[in-house]
């Protein structure tokens, strides 16, 4: 009898294993900095935008009149539109507004949105737009004071129904978007696509932007 359990026991075991390495293997990464992924980087185009530079794995976008945009042109159909992560840490160098606000897409290739950081005046954290209100208006806006040349770890996920946000380890973002309109802000944001960083005013460093599925 003891012999009978102990052969089911390990049976159970070792179903369990295969099982939790398939979960861990559907987890997809791209590091969107690194020597293979650094070259699609562009200017956005945006008018009287200061320059992109990519020096030593980090994303350096100067201060524009009033803005700066920088896209990755190497994300397609293959990279994902929800159930995935954005990673990365951003510092403000110069300014007192808007740095290392990131476009992205949500919920397909055509629906974009923004987290923006340190926006009107230089507090304001928050995800443009959503029913057509942006960050300063709808129910995602937060405070928090940013100071110059420190590095920002922000962290943000697209899921089916919601979108989420953190700075540092703190929840700055947990909005519903079931039956929501997710769109872009008026305006020259539009020029990041189909991902990218902009900044308002500001001179800001982008590193370590890593883009992660969600299991």
């Known amino acids: ?23 861990v293997a559907q987890v997809q990464s ?4 690194d020597a293979a992924s650094a070259g699609q980087w562009q200017q956005a185009g945006i008018p009287d935008e ?5 020096k030593g794995e980090e994303l350096i976008l100067n201060a524009g009149l009033p803005m700066t945009g920088a896209k990755w042109t190497g994300w397609d159909a293959a990279l994902p539109s929800t159930g995935y992560t954005i990673q990365y840490e951003a ?6 507004d808007i740095f290392g606000m990131v476009t992205f897409p949500v919920g ?10 340190g926006g009107w005046g230089g507090t304001v954290t928050g995800i443009s737009s959503i029913d057509f209100r942006d960050a300063g208006e ?20 697209v899921r089916p129904d919601d979108i989420r946000a ?12 079931k039956g929501r309109q997710v769109t872009l802000r008026p305006g020259f944001i539009d020029h990041c696509l189909p991902f990218g960083f902009a900044t308002w005013g500001t001179k800001a460093r982008v590193r370590r932007v890593v883009i992660e599925t969600i299991p």
């Open 108 to 117: 397909s290739h055509q629906s974009h949105a923004t987290f923006v950081i």
């Open 91 to 96: 510092m403000r160098v110069e300014g007192d």
């Open 166 to 177: 953190w700075v540092d380890g703190r929840i700055v973002v947990n909005a519903s978007i």
């Open 30 to 33: 791209w590091n969107l900095l």
């Open 50 to 54: 200061g320059k992109v530079e990519v």
């Open 1 to 23: 009898m003891h012999r009978f359990c102990l052969i089911i026991l390990l049976g159970s075991l070792s179903a369990c294993g295969p099982a939790k390495q398939s979960q």
């Open 138 to 157: 709808n129910q995602t806006r937060g405070e928090q004071r940013f100071e110059n040349n420190r590095w920002y770890q922000v962290r943000v996920e």
